[in-house]
Antibody
Framework: QVQLLESGPGLVKPSQTLSLTCTVS??????????WTWIRQHPGKGLEWIGY???????NYKPSLKSLATISIDTSKKELSLTLTSVTAADTAIYYC??????????WGPGIAVTVSS | QSVLTQTPSVSGAPGQRVTISCTGS?????????VNWYQQLPGTAPKILIY???IRPSGVPDRFSASKSGTSASLAITGLQAEDEADYYC????????????FGSGTKVTVL
């Protein structure tokens, strides 16, 4: 059974770059049927899709985040990464990685809380 | 601001039936894209509850059901139980500049 686990810094200073990693266990990332995605949840708010990547490295981002977010994949390490540049307080959120099955997200990692503050 | 609109909160006594609505538009639900539902228990990640409009994954109790019509969808919980107290989100695909995947604003279900 596939499991995902996010890792990275819990605190990032404004204007810096946020880098998160998602480690996949219990399955292969190479299947063409699955895409891998990042989703975030602002404190006390709803869910926001950030973007996805497939095992070939094809990506798709939410248009409003396209210039700031980069998603990459290393199938040999079974890792998915998210880089967010020039962060502001508005990027404070819980960040989740998930697998896309069809058009839904399953499973999800437990999430990692990131605070942007000086 | 979420692309899909949900009632902020619903409540019911144990054993009752509650419904959660999810209203979209012609660029998402109304365009024929499927609707998926997630349950988020306090302090945990969302978990898939319903996919493809009305399909329950293995392990999801049959007291959860969902439907879709036009630009809206709904999730019903029959025989409400204390463990159902959680946030529920709908999700669909979208063909506008909102992004490929969009979520509802979330509904807090409270068991009285």
């Amino acid at each position: 059974q596939v499991q995902l686990l996010e890792s990275g810094p819990g605190l990032v200073k404004p204007s810096q770059t946020l880098s998160l990693t998602c480690t996949v266990s219990g399955g292969s990332m190479r299947s063409g049927n699955y895409y891998w995605t990042w989703i975030r949840q602002h404190p006390g708010k709803g869910l926001e899709w950030i973007g996805y990547i497939n095992y070939s490295g094809d990506t798709n981002y939410k248009p409003s985040l396209k210039s700031l977010a980069t998603i990459s994949i290393d199938t040999s390490k079974k890792e998915l990464s998210l880089t967010l540049t020039s962060v502001t307080a508005a990027d404070t959120a819980i960040y989740y990685c998930a697998r896309i099955s069809g058009t839904w997200f399953d499973p999800w990692g437990p999430g990692i809380a990131v605070t942007v503050s000086s | 601001q979420s692309v899909l609109t949900q009632t902020p909160s619903v409540s019911g006594a144990p054993g009752q039936r509650v419904t959660i609505s999810c209203t979209g538009s012609s660029s998402n639900i109304g365009a024929g894209f499927g609707v998926n539902w997630y349950q988020q228990l306090p302090g945990t990640a969302p978990k898939i509850l319903i996919y493809g409009n009305n399909i329950r994954p293995s392990g999801v109790p049959d007291r959860f059901s969902a439907s879709k019509s036009g630009t809206s969808a709904s999730l019903a919980i029959t025989g409400l139980q204390a463990e159902d107290e959680a946030d529920y989100y709908c999700q669909s695909s979208d063909s506008s500049l909102s992004g490929l995947y969009v979520f509802g604003s979330g509904t807090k279900v409270t068991v009285l």
